[in-house]
C-alpha cells in the first residue's frame, strides 16, 4: 500500500477532478505491475497496474492493492471493478472508500459479488490525507482551502506603506519558487481586490513547469485597471463583481452579492465550477476572514529572518495543529491542518 500511495503522489496537479490513485499487483510476494492515474480522461491506476502485468496468467493467483476504491461507474472510462473481475483477480486490498456519490461503496460491493476478497481501510488515514481536496470537495461541497503567506522574524507581512504595483519580498527566491511550484498542485489561487493594486501580481506557475491555476480575485466597484497583471491571458481568470455574469475571451466575470458571509458564498460558486482546491493569498483582512470564518483547511506559513519593528500584522490562525516544519535557505515553513 505504501508503493501505491508513491505512486499516486505523481498525478499531484494533473489527475483533476479526478481523485489521484496507485496500484500494483502482487504475485508470490513480488510485485509484479504497477501503475498510476495520471490524467483525467486517460486510464486509472488499477488498468495500468493489470496491463504492465506480463504474464496475465498469473493475475488469478494475484492480489491486486490500490489506494482508492476501485470505480464501478462508466465515466469516461469503463468501470476498473470490471475490469478487476473480468482479469479474475480474487484479492484486493483497498486503502479506503471513494466518497464520490457513484462509487461510495458499489465498487467494493460488486467486487464481492463477483466472489473477490476485498479487504478495506489499510493505511486509511493516509490515503485519506492524500486526496484530502477530492474527499473535500465531495463531502463539505467546497474546495480545499489552502492559506499561505509570509511574515517577518516580528510578526509583519508588509511594512505600513508600500508603492503600487511593487511587492514588498519576505521569503527568499527558492521559497518562492516552492510556492510556484505549489500553484501547479492546485486549481485556483485567490487574493484579494487591495493585493491586486498593491502588488500587482500575475498569480502563474511561470517559475515552475506545469499548469497555472484559475486566478480569482474579487472587484466590486471596478477598481482594478485593465492593464493589472492578473488580467492578462496567460491564465484563465475569475472576477467576482456586483455586476452581471459575462465572459471576455479567459476573464470571466461572476456576479457575487454584496453578503456578510463572504467565504461561504465564495466557497458555494467555486463549487459549482468544479474546482476542488484553491490557494489563498492576500492581504492580512483576506487571510482573516478565511479564519475567522472557521473555513480553511491547510496553512503554509513562511517565516523570514528580516525585521521590520512596524507595519502590516500578520494574521492570527486560530485552531492550528502543525504538522510539519522545513527550512529553506533560512526561510522556516511551517504547516498546519485545520482542526
Known amino acids: 500500500m505504501q508503493r501505491c500511495l508513491q505512486l499516486a503522489r505523481q498525478g499531484l496537479g494533473t489527475t483533476y477532478p479526478n481523485p489521484m490513485v496507485g496500484a500494483v499487483v502482487v504475485y508470490d510476494q513480488k510485485i509484479v505491475g504497477e501503475g498510476w492515474h495520471q490524467k483525467a480522461g486517460k486510464p486509472h491506476a488499477e488498468v495500468h497496474a493489470i496491463q504492465s502485468v506480463t504474464d496475465k496468467n498469473i493475475l488469478k493467483k494475484a492480489t491486486l492493492y490500490v489506494s482508492l476504491e476501485p470505480c464501478s461507474h462508466y465515466g469516461r472510462t469503463p468501470p476498473c471493478a470490471d475490469l478487476i473481475i473480468a482479469s479474475q483477480i480474487k484479492k484486493v486490498v483497498i486503502g479506503t472508500t471513494d466518497p464520490f456519490a457513484k462509487v461510495a461503496g458499489s465498487g467494493i460491493q460488486k467486487l464481492k459479488d463477483a466472489g473477490c476478497e476485498v479487504v478495506t481501510d489499510v493505511l486509511k488515514e493516509i490515503c485519506d490525507d ?56 492546485e486549481q485556483g489561487i485567490f487574493v484579494g481586490t487591495n493585493t491586486v493594486l498593491k502588488d500587482d501580481p500575475e498569480l502563474t506557475a511561470r517559475n515552475w513547469k506545469g499548469a497555472h491555476p484559475v486566478r480569482i480575485t474579487i472587484d466590486r466597484n471596478n477598481r482594478i485597471l485593465d492593464t493589472a497583471k492578473i488580467l492578462n491571458d496567460q491564465a484563465t481568470t475569475y472576477i467576482f463583481t456586483n455586476k452581471e455574469d459575462k465572459e471576455i475571451n479567459n476573464l470571466k466575470y461572476i456576479h457575487l452579492p454584496p453578503q456578510e458571509n463572504f467565504v461561504e458564498q465564495l466557497c458555494k460558486k467555486l463549487y459549482k465550477r468544479n474546482l476542488q482546491s484553491v490557494i489563498i493569498e492576500g492581504g492580512r483582512r483576506t487571510l482573516q476572514s478565511f479564519i475567522e470564518s472557521g473555513i480553511w483547511d491547510e496553512a503554509r506559513i513562511f517565516r523570514g529572518n528580516s525585521n521590520l519593528f512596524s507595519g502590516v500584522k500578520a494574521p492570527v490562525l486560530s485552531n492550528g495543529r502543525k504538522i510539519n516544519t522545513a527550512t529553506i535557505h533560512g526561510d522556516h515553513l511551517t504547516i498546519y491542518y485545520n482542526d
Do not use: C, M
Open 130 to 185: 492524500l486526496n484530502k481536496r477530492f474527499f473535500t470537495f465531495h463531502q463539505k461541497k467546497r474546495p480545499y482551502l489552502i492559506l499561505k503567506w509570509a511574515e517577518t522574524s516580528d510578526g509583519f507581512i508588509a511594512p505600513n506603506q508600500q508603492a503600487d504595483g511593487k511587492p514588498f519580498w519576505i521569503s527568499n527566491p527558492y521559497s518562492r519558487q516552492l510556492v510556484h511550484q505549489w500553484r501547479t498542485q
